[in-house]
């Protein structure tokens, strides 16, 4: 069946750190990847997306691309700063319009 | 634009009872789904509306039923409550066209069965 692993936290890091959060994922066909973010008592915001290999999806400073030969999809960052702190969700949707199936989720907890 | 509202943002409810959760979607968005996410876990998916049609399941037993209405705003019930239905249950609306992958999510609801 189609499941997404992520990288175990919490990630601790200082202010202008580089951020690597490890994802791979296991499903049928060419699914389109996500990772959302949870910020303390909210619900879940996209921050970016890919939908075919080597796509790479980009936003406030974080990157990830899809990579099909390892089936993974890592979230980056140059330089975090503590608003960054937050839950970070890997997911993976099969088919268009379909359920996402999400990873168990990695705390990023940014200090200054 | 509103974005997608649920309510209500908190509950306590008492093991056996039946409780009713809420969501409009964004506007524009005809498609609504439900998540359930444990403490420390990752949502986990429960359903999908639309045209008012139940279109996909996840592992979840009959006790968790939902309803989607002619503006496609959208209920999940819960009958039989348990203490493991504990969870933040969020609502996710998207569009309906082809090729689109992109989900929209409410701020959830916190049940709280006792």
């Known amino acids: 069946g189609n499941s997404v692993t992520q990288m175990e936290g919490p990630v601790t890091l200082s202010e202008e750190a580089f951020l690597t959060i490890n994802c791979t994922y296991t499903?049928?066909?060419?699914?389109?990847l996500f990772w959302y973010v949870q910020y303390p008592g909210e619900g879940l915001q996209l921050l970016l997306k890919?939908?075919?290999?080597?796509d790479k999806g980009s936003n406030k400073g974080f990157e990830a691309t899809y990579r099909k030969e390892t089936t993974s999809f890592h979230l980056e960052k140059g330089s975090v700063q503590v608003s960054d702190s937050a839950v970070y969700f890997c997911?993976?949707?099969?088919?268009?319009?379909?359920?996402?199936?999400f990873g168990k989720g990695t705390t990023l907890s940014v200090s200054s | 634009d509103a974005g997608v509202t649920q309510s209500p943002t908190h509950l306590i409810k008492t093991r056996g009872q039946q409780v009713t959760l809420r969501c409009s979607p964004k506007?524009?968005?005809?498609?609504v789904s439900w998540y359930q996410q444990a403490l420390g876990q990752g949502p986990q998916f429960i359903f999908q509306?639309?045209?008012?049609?139940?279109?996909q399941r996840g592992n979840f037993p009959d006790r968790f039923s939902g309803h989607q209405f002619p503006n496609y705003s959208s209920e999940l019930n819960v009958n039989a409550l348990l203490l493991g239905d504990s969870a933040l249950y969020l609502c996710?609306?998207?569009?309906?066209?082809?090729?689109?992958?992109?989900?929209?999510f409410g701020q959830g609801t916190r049940l709280t069965v006792v």
């Open positions: 996710a609306s998207s569009l309906e066209v082809p090729g689109n992958t992109e989900a929209f």
């Open positions: 499903a049928t066909g060419y699914p389109s």
């Open positions: 890919a939908t075919k290999a080597d």
């Open positions: 997911a993976l949707s099969n088919q268009a319009g379909t359920a996402l199936i």
């Open positions: 506007s524009g968005h005809d498609t």
């Open positions: 509306y639309y045209e008012e049609e139940e279109r």
